[in-house]
């Protein structure tokens, strides 16, 4: 299947002030993951941010789980991205388990980094209680970004620039996933997504390499490859899903339908590939469930179950209904 690829701007939003500045940012921590620095193990996590306002993805690399690190990490992310007026942190409340690690350095972290970050002018919730933001769909994204991590990384020790590689190449993963369209012309279904809102185009990906198994030249970057490839494998599969609103057959939902603009699930293609069409038709069963439509994409026609299909919602040019 071909994907929906248009040119390298948007001039709806190039000139745009970036959003990301003025916006309030859930944040996660997870690990640890094993680095080799010479003949030693380390240890390294990793700190998303996760923008309210463009649904834009930030991840850091933390050398360690303390104050100094995550203030680094924190003066990194505004020197790119820009402050933001509020950071909520839930880390202490979703960590199970193996995760008991972080809850703890967390709790230790908290009263100092209010302070400092008092200092940035950043308000600072942790362990916000009942907060809309820290349930539903932004739980399930951290929580198979994390999956997908791990299936991707595992217990393996790799380098540092590998692994800095890597969560670098899932975040612009994760910020080339379309949000919905903005054109009311039914000939151009152009997807608006994070990296437009903040970057105001819309960069291809980058080539996705095969080298041969004895080429030992690049083993480290095959290495990366690899486990980016697992990512979007997992992620595609298990996460994408969860955003269809036709979650169980046996509840009453809205039926998908003609002229509709779906984003198509297919972890067999290559990575930050994200095929988006429009339901030509669709083919009801015997009891009125749409369980099946036809979708056109770049003008060729495929047949698809609409478990495979996700709904995307016009936004008219602005990001308020993302």
């Not at 388990?97 to 967390?106: C, I, K, N, P």
């Not at 020790?157 to 996933?177: F, H, M, R």
Request: proline share 7%.
């Amino acid at each position: 299947m071909e994907s929906s690829a248009k040119g390298p701007t948007d001039g709806r939003f190039a000139t745009r002030t970036p959003l990301i500045a003025l916006s309030t940012f859930p944040l996660n921590c997870f690990g640890p993951y094993l680095v080799k620095i010479g003949r030693r193990n380390e240890k390294r996590w990793g700190l998303i941010f996760k923008c309210l306002t463009t649904k834009a993805v930030h991840i850091e690399l933390l050398n360690s789980m303390d104050v100094d690190a995550f203030l680094l990490a924190l003066r990194r992310f505004i020197a790119r991205r820009g402050k933001p007026h509020e950071i909520r942190s839930d880390c202490g409340t979703n960590f199970r388990g193996a995760d008991r690690e972080l809850r703890e350095a967390f709790s230790i972290m908290e009263p100092e980094l209010k302070v400092q970050l008092s200092d940035y002018q950043i308000s600072f919730m942790f362990n916000p209680p009942s907060a809309p933001h820290f349930g539903g769909i932004w739980e399930r994204e951290v929580r198979s970004i994390k999956n997908a991590l791990q299936v991707a990384l595992g217990t393996q020790a790799v380098t540092e620039d590998v692994l800095s590689t890597v969560l670098v190449e899932v975040e612009g993963i994760l910020n080339s996933k379309p949000l919905g369209y903005a054109s009311s012309d039914v000939a151009d279904m152009d997807p608006i997504t994070p990296n437009i809102l903040l970057m105001g185009r819309r960069d291809a990906s980058l080539p996705q390499v095969a080298y041969a198994p004895g080429d030992m030249g690049r083993r480290r970057w095959r290495h990366c490859q690899n486990m980016v490839d697992q990512f979007w494998i997992h992620f595609t599969r298990n996460y994408l899903p969860t955003l269809q609103t036709r979650q169980k057959w046996h509840k009453a939902s809205k039926n998908l339908e003609v002229d509709s603009v779906v984003l198509i699930v297919d972890p067999q293609l290559p990575r930050a590939q994200w095929p988006i069409g429009r339901v030509r038709k669709t083919l009801p069963s015997s009891d009125g469930c749409v369980r099946t439509a036809e979708i056109v994409v770049n003008g060729k026609v495929y047949t698809r179950p609409v478990a495979r299909l996700i709904e995307l919602p016009a936004l008219e040019g602005n990001t308020k209904d993302i």
